[in-house]
């Protein structure tokens, strides 16, 4: 299907669904398939990095620690209101803002309507993208932010959280009461909303995400149980101490977790882990927050 017959069918559904015809048109105004976004799309396969390099060169990196120990200081007073509200730990807010944008310096630069048209109309996907598209009319139609402020991932993942739009529906607050829900420009808002998201996905107040330890002797990472869950004690019993050769502490149920690509490094995984790993699914991911959330703060 033509670019051009795709975006009417999109405005005549968009319309269809209460939205306005001011909107639809300045939402498209200069939209074009972007080959960029096809390109990247069809090239996203996850890389090969080692866990190692993973964690050290770019997730826990000794710039991104003094970077999050610096806006952890800086946002103080903001995060304490935010953790007041949603109990959730400012650290891991701290970290998930670093890993997502670089505290808010890299947001991305796609407009979000043109990348999710161009992933929508291209065809891999395309019923997702297509949902996400309305979605991201709808926020232009609330007044969230303008049309040219709009801007994110070239799959669509908009602002200092990165949230997709659907998500943004679904989490995104205005904890600045200004009546807009703005994670772009507004860091009181998007920390929030970051806070929000994991409000909503279980997170526990006051429990740890994990910690890195020494297996007993003989433990081998092939075949290991990574699912059953057993109080710290029993790890302790079984072997197990931290990095530092020390009894593990209290703290609530663990599982086994592994790292992809990794060279040996063995973690316990708690369930704050598991709602880490609902924002975004990568077990790297999950336990590269966790290690920088600690380090912040």
Request: aromatic share 10%.
């Amino acid at each position: 299907m033509p670019f051009d017959r795709f975006v009417e069918g999109v405005k005549a559904e968009g319309r269809r669904r209460g939205l306005s015809q001011a909107t639809l048109d300045a939402a498209f105004a200069a939209v074009q398939p972007n080959q960029r976004v096809i390109d990247l799309d069809r090239r996203q396969a996850e890389g090969g990095l080692q866990w190692e390099d993973y964690r050290d060169r770019i997730m826990v990196s000794p710039t991104r620690v003094q970077n999050g120990r610096r806006n952890y200081a800086e946002n103080a007073a903001l995060l304490q209101r935010i953790e007041a509200r949603f109990r959730v730990s400012p650290r891991v807010i701290v970290a998930i803002w670093g890993v997502e944008t670089n505290f808010g310096g890299n947001t991305g630069g796609f407009r979000i309507v043109e990348a999710l048209s161009t992933l929508a109309w291209e065809g891999r996907r395309a019923s997702y993208f297509r949902n996400e598209l309305f979605a991201a009319l709808k926020i232009l139609q609330e007044g969230h932010v303008r049309n040219d402020r709009m801007l994110g991932s070239w799959a669509g993942a908009m602002g200092q959280p990165q949230f997709m739009p659907s998500n943004f529906d679904r989490f995104a607050v205005d904890f600045d009461g200004d009546g807009r829900r703005d994670i772009w420009d507004d860091k009181a808002d998007a920390l929030a909303s970051i806070a929000n998201y994991f409000q909503r996905n279980g997170w526990r107040d006051g429990e740890p995400w994990g910690l890195a330890v020494t297996p007993p002797p003989g433990f081998a990472s092939a075949g290991a149980d990574t699912e059953t869950r057993r109080p710290m004690r029993d790890w302790t019993r079984m072997g197990f101490r931290t990095e530092a050769g020390r009894p593990l502490p209290d703290g609530p149920e663990a599982h086994i977790v592994l790292p992809n690509r990794g060279n040996g490094q063995v973690f316990l995984g708690h369930h704050n882990l598991r709602v880490i790993r609902r924002y975004n699914s990568p077990v790297n991911y999950g336990l590269a927050v966790g290690l920088l959330s600690d380090r912040v703060g």
